[in-house]
Structures are given as structure tokens and as C-alpha cells.
């Protein structure tokens, strides 16, 4: 441990020992101490402490140890070489303040970095004090008397700790290497040669934990194993905190006995429960800078270059620990960097992964199979990644193994687990086809017939086995999530015997997992408390515990339910909407700012003036460009949006850039049709969209685009109408001859609203009277008829003729109709992850090329770029967003030309882009205007719109 400081100290002093013609490291000498003087005193500043059993030298003392050197005698000399060890740092210093009898404050020096320094003083304290002819003598030197012993009295006989703590810490750590050759390695912590009387854990506490890191693999016994085990499971929450803290930056050096490996072994060991109150809590509780949080920023920045795969492991190990915790942001974090580890070292991830498998608590698998999934995602497609390919059908035949096929050893209707599982396999066989045997798929598609029922029938199930479940589950939960497993059930509707049967059967799960309202209620009761200013002061979600345990049993059930298809129909198709995280984690692309030209140059006489006669911005440039960010092409734009503002007037103009695909010959109709719609926006269909669809699971996965495919998962063609136009004609409708007879009845057919009928509190006599009467000759009439002339209650309230439309025997309507649009391809997909999910998916919104475009041309995504790349690896597509919220807002994607003609060519296919906008003001002026009449005209009339085609010519 001293080499740290030696290194330092030798850097510092290098200038100074040339400077002043001293042999080199001379200055490390002077204060480590010189063998060959006698006198300790003099022979160095840190003997000079040892034997004064004191943390400082004075200053004159100090000027004495330098001028006992041979190489400085003078008093001049010495006194500049103390000024330059000051001024370099390699010594402190400090004022002592002494009682004005003892002569008042006086100048002290101290050593620097005194952690280091202790360890220097504690050899020098035990090479002169510690006897190690035999135990015997070991023990009597840490008698209270001894000079040792006296390092280890407490200060006060009720609040035990140690005068000198930093360097009772030293002697601890030190102390095993000091009596290696006379003590067994079993038996070599320094607590146990303390006299009874002082074998004080409490005492012994900080001075051993703050020590524990810097201990070699050898000083670790036995008896270590006893001290670490009584700290670790105590009640108290500082010792424990204090001791996990340390186990946990131990636990970060691979060969260490106390490396990741023996960290997971001991925490794999306990209940769900018992661990979520001791490790768990710990993690909620860890303050900014914790060893947990170092180590994730750490890896957040980077992943260091030498970075081995040894090391690499042992921090999936400790990253695999904290996916235990309710502390959503720091779980999803360490999710990433999982991922970030993966990338580099596919193997050690899926190597720990397979072990997390028998993990008692379910976040730990799911969130380890989520990074696999990640991983997976990223390099499929990358024919370079050589160590993934090699280890990825191993892994995938050991998740078919375990997870899915008859007789594995972790069958798992967990929705989540699975849908990874299912991810990372199917990614193998397009790796390798034949990678899993033919025999064994039926397993891994619905119903999943080789994982059986976790869930006991409802009937054997009592009701004090749901009792600490139903606690857990808490309004929302219970009404929303649970309730969208139920098809035809209301909001609230908590007695509809679907719902019963299934929150039943959640409870138990709930209490079979080990939550119990007695072990949990009051931390419970405290994150519900502090879950308000968390999420108001941006910190993130932490969930109750009883929402962890619910989360497992709910994403059991809906594995069930999804695999039996007993969902709603509109939930059967997708993935739960309850997913924590899009474990692709896509990387924003580069910045970039389009070459825009001036389109504010001109001042305007007003905000009419600006709204009907400004400028109709001009981007065709825009449409096909060499390169993008020095990425060559060329590219031809597929779809886009830009939005300029004017700072100082606050004028604001949008455009869209739509590409469509269509008919040749539809062209000049679209382009009629553009001419005369008022508002292109209401014409044109929709992109399509997915929310729950993973950046990396574009496109090769049937979960993109899942609403436009068939039950086989094939893409089936995307078409939709543009323009259709909505036209209103008149027609003559045959009154029933029902009408006649009332008419004939009652004289005058009375005109009653339905709301009057009904809720009016005046003339209530007078209305039922006239209803009576109304009711009678309806029926009456009805009753004569036959069913194709008899009046319904709709007609009885909206449709009543005119008498002189009872005469003609025919009632005039006007209806609409629709003139069928033109059909379109829409040419661009947007990822509309929801990013609430998870703070570490901060990045979506962003646009693809459509379905059939990617699966025609064979694009595929990988390295987490949205940026899509063809079967030779060229580099397909490129989208760019504007980087802030400063004007100009934009959002472009480009695919490349040869690819784009291409698919124009296969589809025998045309292009064009429907550009319109509006000229506006930004919002803060507009509420101000927007009713003044002029302005209000404007809008009325769509002058502000402009629009126009552009055909897109291959070449």
C-alpha cells in the first residue's frame, strides 16, 4: 500500500533532489526513515511519530531529521528543502494549538495523504513493538501497558473507539503480514490477540472497515470471515451500511477473496425478503457517493480499453447484485452498463446470466436476460463481433434448455423473461440456422406447452394466504394493471368474477414470493412518503416493495394469460406496457445542421401581412445531398419536418416533408387533389408507429410493425388512402307509413326533446300527458304494421316529418359521401418508445424507413445505431435532429439513392414528396392575437397554409 505514496512522493521530488544535487530518492527516506541511523527521532519523520507515538513532528524537529542527513548539515540548506517539500505537497503544513502554559500554537508538520502515511508509521510501530518469538508473546504485546495496547484502549469505557483510528486501521491491515511465519493462516486477525476485555466489535468496527480494502488476498482468514459476517447481518444500519459499502469496492478486485464471486455466493444464500431488507435497503439508502454509484459512473463514461475479461466478470457479478433494488433509475443505469460490459465481452455476460438463472428473486434473471437481449440486438449483425458469434448459440441453447423445454430447470411464465429468452434465441438461429434442434421449436412458440402453471387453482387457495398480497397491491395497480389482464371488465369494477379470479391468485403469488405486511409495511410507508418530492426534484422512481413483489407475481400472470391468448385482443398482439425499459438502448446520432438558407430577410407591416403574404419556404435542396456529416451517398431524404423561428419578432414557420410512394399514374390526381384540400395535414394518412417496439428489434423483429402483419408474422402490404374527399348530396327518403297513422291520430305530431322528456321539472303532467298519448298511437300503429313501417324511438325524437312530408309520402335528407382517396405508401415508421418507462431511454421519437422498405432491401440495425445498415455493411439510412430546442427544430431521414431506386424499381413505384406548412407566431405572441378579427380571417380562410408536390426523378 506504501508504494502509492512512494510513487507520489518520488514524482514530487524528483525537481527537488536535481535542484538541490540530492542523491535520488532522498526525500522518500527522509520520511519513511533512514536503517542506518540509530536514533529513531532523527532517523525519519515517520519514526520520529512512531516512537512519539504522536501524528505530527514540529517544525523544528522536522528542520533536525533533515540536517541529520550527511548531504545537509547547513541550516540554510535545510530550511529550503523544507520550503520545497512544502510548497510540492510531499509535507503539510499545519498549527497545533497548545495551552498558552505550553507556549500556545505552534507550526507541526504532518505527512501527506495520512491514510498512506499510517501504514508507514504502523511498520515502524511493529517492527519496534510486536513480538513474534511465539503467540504467547503476540498477545502480551497488545496488553494495555504495551505501547501496541495502548493503540487499542478506548477513549471512554462507554462509547468505545480508538484515540489514533487511522492508525489502529494501519496495525489491522498490517498486522497479518507482520506475523505470517509464526501465526497459521487461519489465524491471523489482530481482534482476536486483543485482551478480552477489548475484543470491542463495536470499537473494532471503523477502524477494521475503512482498512478492509487496502488488505492483501493473504491477510483474509477464517476469523476475517466471522468479523465480516457480525457486521454484515447486524441490526445497527450504520455497521451494516459501513460494511456492505466495503464489501462492495472489495469485491471490485477480481482475485481478492472477497472478489464479486464470494459477494454473489452470500448474497445468493437468503430469502427474497430477508435480502431485500439488508442488501436492498442498502441500495436504496447509498448516498451519491457510494461505491455503487462510483463504480456505474465509472463504467457510464467508459469502459476502459484494458479492461480484461476477468475483470469484466467480476463487475457483471456486482452490477447482476444491484438489479435486487426498488430504485428504478440506479437499477436501469446498471442494466446499461451491463449492456455497455456485454458489448465487450459477450461471453463473461452470458456466462454470469446462465448462473442468475437460479437467483430467488426474479429482477435479478429478468434484468440479466434483458442486458443479454441488449447485447444481442447490438452485434447480431455485425460479422466482426467474432467472440459474440462464438458464444451466442451455446448461450441461446442453454436458455431453450432451462427456460422453455420440457424438464428445464427454470420453466418461467414471467412475460419479461421470456420475451428476452425468446429474443436472444431468435436472434441465434438467424446467426446460425440450426443452432437449436428442430425438435425442440414447438417449445419455444405459444402456448409454451413445456412451462407449467405457477399459479394454484383459485379454489385451493385460502383466504389468509392473500391477506399480506392484497395489502401489497394498492389501488392503481390493482384497478389499472391488473385490471387490463381482464377483457370486458369496467374501471373499478372490483367484483367482476374474471378480475377476482385472477387478483386472487396474484395475492397468493405475492405471499408465496415472501412479502409480508409485517416485514414491510413500515419502509413501505416511508418510500410512499418520500416517492412525492423524489419525482418533483427529478431523482426517480422508487417503488414500494410491495409493488416489486406485485410486479413479479403480474408479469407471471400475463405470461400465462398472453400464452393461453386470454388477454384483451388489443393486449394479445403486443408487449406489456408495464416493461421497465428498452434494453437496446439507442445512441443518438451526431449533430448536424442542414444547410438552410435566409428565410427572415424581409420586414413585414404587420401579423396579417406576415400570415398571408410571407414567404413559403423553399427545402428542395435539402431533398438529395452528397453526404451527410462527411458520410458519402448520395441520399435522397424519405420523410422530414422543419421548424425556423424569428427570435426578435417571434415569427414561426413549419414544414412538413412527407414522402409517399404511389401509381405513376395517380400523380396528377394527388397533385389536383393537394391543390384544392384547405389543410394538407387532415388529408394525408398517418405514419405508422410502434411504442413497445425495442430500437434494436428494428427491423427484424415481428414486434416492429406487429399491426400490419399476418398471423404468420409476415409483413403484409401498407397502404392508405391520401386525400379522400367528403362530398354532401341530397336524397329522398320513403317516410314509414307508421308516420301517416300517427298523424292521423293525434292530429299534429308534438315535438319533444329527448332531454326535456326526460329531465325537465316544469310542466312535468303536461309532458308525461303528451308522451302517454304519443306512446299509444305509436303503438298502435306498430302494432297494424309490419316491422319494415314501424317507428323506432330514434325516430320518435330525431326524425319526425314535416306534414307536409307526411303528404308527399317522402322526407328529404342530406347525407355524406365519401370519394375514395389515393392509395398511398407511406414510406416512414416512427419509434414512439414512451420514454416515462425509464430515465436511462431518454432518446425516441425517431424515424424509420417502413417495413417493406427495410425487409426488401435486407436493412438491419446494429452497434445501438437507429442508422440502418445493408447486407454488405454499407451504411443505409442516416436521420439528424436538431440537438436542442433552439431554432431551427428539425428531424430529416435519409435513405441511400442506389437503395432507394432499387425498391422504386421492385415495386414498380413512384416518389414524391407533399410539402406543406403554415406561417405562424410563435405561441406566446399568438394567444395574444389570434382573436383579433383580421388575424382570426386569416386562419379562417387558410392563407397562412402553403403547399405543393415534388417528384423525385431516378437517374
Known sequence: MTFILERFINRRADCIEKDLGLPKGFCWTLIKGDDGIADLLIAGIAPNMAERFAEYVKKEECLRIIRARPEIKQLRKAKKLYHRLIAEGILSEDMKWMPDAAGGPITVIRLPYQRFSDHIIARHLLARHLDTTSEKTIRRSFYANAPLGKLFCFQHPNFPNYKMEG????????????????????KRELFFYLPKSRQNLAAYHDAFVDGLFWRSGNSISHQTDRIVGAFFWQRNEYVRSRIIEAMIAVATKPGHPYNAARLYLNLEKPQMPDRDLQWSEHLRKRSGDSTVERLIRWFESRVPRLLTKDSALNHIIILSLILTTTDRVIRDRATRVLVLLGERFPSALFRHTERTLSFNDPYVPERMLAACYGVSMS????????????????????LAKKIFIPGGEFLTQHTLMREYALGVTNLARECQPGCIASKYIKYLKPPFSGVPDPFPDQTEISHEACEDGDYAIHMDFGNYTIGHLVPDRNNYDMKHPGYKKIRRKIEWRIGNLGYTKKKFEHIDQLISRESFWREQGDYGKIDRYGKKYSLIAYFEMYGILKARGLLPDYRQAERTSDCDIDPSFPIRPPEWRPPFSELFPKKYSGEVDWLRDGPNPNYEHLMQL???????????????????????????VFTFLRGLMLDEADIPTIETRLADVDHPGSGLPNRGEDHYTFAGEVPWSTQFAADIRIKSGKLRRYTEEAFPISISIQKRRRIKRAWKQVYETLGAIPKMGLVATIASENENVQLENRLNELQAAVEAANARLPDGERLTIKELFWEIPTEAEIESGYKNITVRKIIPGIKVETISWRHSWESYHAKVNDFSGFIFPSPKICELLSLVAYHRSIELIDKFSRQATVYRESANRESPKFELLYLRKDLLDKYLHSVNRKLIWVVWGEREFHYEVLERIRRKPDVAAIFQSHKQIYKHLIRYYTR
Open 626 to 652: 452528397d453526404e451527410i456529416n462527411g458520410v458519402r451517398g448520395p441520399w435522397v431524404m424519405l420523410d422530414g419536418y422543419i421548424q425556423e423561428l424569428e427570435p426578435n419578432t417571434k415569427r414561426e
Open 167 to 186: 492508525w489502529a486501521e494501519a496495525l489491522i491491515v498490517e498486522f497479518p503480514e507482520r506475523v505470517k511465519r509464526i501465526l497459521p493462516k487461519e
Open 379 to 398: 452485434l447480431w449483425a455485425d460479422k466482426k463481433a467474432e467472440s459474440f458469434h462464438r458464444a451466442l448459440p451455446g448461450f441461446a441453447r442453454t
